[in-house]
């Protein structure tokens, strides 16, 4: 069974860093695509970044310039780098894998709070 699991998350200040990472288990095969979304209360799931086999990437503008996704493909990891956080920043950030026949898996989040 595939599952997603990240972590990394928590509390930081305005202005801190974060680093989170989800890895993947119980894969037979690569992801096509991986990803990290995020929620916050009342507003609907949206893409935070999202990065292809071949390393190509995509932000949204609101994160540009702060994060940087990367992956792993041999640790079956994607990595989330957040800089420069800001309180809007705040929300349950999810991972995303795309398997090679359009499946989605989802993890069950990681909590970030951005405040002083």
């Known amino acids: 069974q595939v599952q997603l699991v990240e972590s990394g998350g928590g509390l930081v200040q305005p202005g801190g860093s974060l680093r989170l990472s989800c890895a993947a288990s119980?894969?037979?095969?690569?992801?096509?695509?991986m990803g990290w979304y995020r929620q916050s209360p009342g507003k609907e799931r949206e893409l935070v970044a999202d990065?292809?086999?071949?390393?190509?990437?995509n932000y949204a503008d609101s994160v540009k310039g702060r994060f940087t996704i990367s992956r792993d493909n041999a640790k079956n990891t994607v990595y989330l780098r957040m800089n420069s956080l800001k309180p809007e920043d705040t929300a349950v950030y999810y991972c995303r894998g795309v398997s090679s026949f359009g499946v989605d898996y989802w993890g069950k989040g990681t909590l970030v709070t951005v405040s002083s």
């Open positions: 990065i292809s086999n071949g390393n190509r990437t």
């Open positions: 119980g894969l037979l095969f690569r992801f096509n695509a």
